[in-house]
């Protein structure tokens, strides 16, 4: 022991660093511009990964403590999926008018964090019922950016991470994000407690902010290397409507995107009402409800690595079709949770069974959209997800108001039977893309 503490080289741990950011020893041997978009996409999703499981976790708390009504943050959720949905092809349309997709991820990143600093001083500077008005449009604000900015961020991103290797160097990343929502989701409640409200959540907010620009400062490090191209890519594209019709023609697509409606639907129906349910009929508090997430997190990191290799191995779509069938266990075992320790072990295994799906669902989705048409193809994806979330919840709410918590997680899991079962029947894995096209499918 004493000899290898001896021979211990700060040069080896910069190695074993550096083969962690990039996914594996396969990324030490690209060219050194790749190397340095995966280090600065790497950090730019661990610091972005902080900033947003504090909004996502802790912003309805900070406005219902400034005298927000339950309705007044359900409207604000509405809100903030209805900018989702209104705002995301406009955000493709805006990267193929401007040609200039890292600059829109930047500029649309910026203006969303902004309004979360913003949302520190609401306090200080209103009171009264405005102030909680403020306060929501400032969050629908964030929301409203971030959806603007989603289709050139994910253009960005299926550029500067070669295909080969994108399940390893996911699986590393999204290692990094979970372990960065762990600590988050620890250290900033603790940090909330010790402080006299509103102020502790104006000093979470605050560090959210601090680290949406680390993310941001990190991102514009990054060297697109189609960025000279997309100006000259703009003069071809399709008008909307004939690109509309060339979406709704692309079958394989299209076959993805409604079994993929069934699956968030189905997903949603019981989603808003789990932390809900051990509230009320299991009468947890909120460090007992923390604690289930912390398992959910915790397990999910702990495979995230090796589903990552083995989804450069047996491809996404087939870890996809596997983890879709043991998903729609968990929400029929909530009738069996009586007590804490049910819920962890539960969350322990949907932790794993969730890391690998969206891995493998991300770079399935990669893989099925035309190189040329990354934008927009992935603005209509991400509208179709949220309006069956939309959908999926309305449904719940009224499922859980007339019929109870049971009958919601029963037809959650059969909707995700069947969303699994069409899944495996009608959506192949797509050939490797030429520069453009539609993708081929093979026929199994």
């Known amino acids: ?94 990267v193929e008018h401007i040609g200039r997709r890292k600059m829109v991820a930047l500029v649309c990143g910026l203006c969303s964090r902004l309004a979360l600093l913003m949302l520190v001083f609401v306090p200080i500077l209103f009171s009264g019922s405005g102030m909680v008005w403020i306060a929501i449009g400032l969050s629908v ?138 509230v009320q009929e299991l009468k947890f508090t909120a460090w007992m409800v923390g604690i289930t997430a912390v398992a959910t997190g915790v397990s999910g990191l702990l495979v995230l690595r090796h589903i990552g290799r083995l989804s450069d191995r047996f491809g996404p779509r087939r870890v996809q079709t596997w983890f879709m069938f043991v998903i729609p266990l968990l929400p029929l075992a909530w009738i069996l949770v009586r007590n804490l320790w049910h819920v962890v072990i539960l969350n322990t295994f949907g932790g794993v069974f969730w890391g690998a799906f969206n891995l493998a669902t991300f770079n399935l989705l990669l893989a099925f959209i035309p190189k040329s048409q990354v934008p927009r193809y992935s603005a209509f994806f991400q509208i179709l997800v949220t309006l069956s979330l939309a959908l999926g919840a309305f449904v719940g709410s009224f499922m859980v108001t007339e019929w109870g918590f049971f009958a919601v997680f029963i037809a959650s899991g059969i909707g995700r039977y069947a969303a699994a079962g069409l899944f495996a029947w009608l959506v192949r894995d797509p050939l490797p893309q030429k520069s453009e096209g539609v993708p081929v499918m093979l026929n199994e």
């Open 1 to 94: 022991m004493i000899d290898r503490i001896r021979s211990f080289k700060w040069s080896d741990t910069h190695l074993w660093l550096a083969d962690i950011i990039v996914g594996g020893r396969w990324g030490l041997s690209l060219a050194a511009n790749i190397r340095q978009n995966l280090y600065m996409f790497w950090f730019d999703g661990l610091f972005a990964s902080g900033s947003d499981n504090i909004a996502l976790t802790y912003l309805s708390l900070y406005i219902l403590s400034l005298g927000a009504t339950q309705g007044q943050i359900g409207l604000m959720s509405s809100f903030s999926n209805l900018t989702a949905a209104i705002l995301l092809m406009p955000g493709a349309l805006l």
């Open 141 to 278: 604000t964030r929301d409203a950016f971030a959806n603007l900015g989603y289709p050139a961020w994910v253009s960005v991103s299926s550029e500067i991470v070669p295909m080969h290797g994108r399940g390893r160097y996911f699986g590393s990343r999204n290692f990094v994000m979970g372990a960065a929502n762990i600590a988050v989701t620890l250290g900033v409640g603790q940090m909330i407690s010790m402080f006299v409200q509103p102020m502790g959540y104006q000093i979470a907010v605050g560090l959210a902010f601090v680290l949406g620009m680390c993310s941001t400062w990190f991102f514009s490090r990054i060297n697109d290397l189609q960025e000279k191209l997309n100006l000259q890519q703009v003069q071809e594209k399709l008008p909307l409507r004939k690109l509309m019709q060339e979406i709704l023609a692309n079958r394989p697509f299209m076959t993805l995107c409604a079994v993929t409606f069934l699956w968030n639907f189905s997903l949603n129906i019981a989603g808003p009402f789990f932390n809900v349910y051990m």
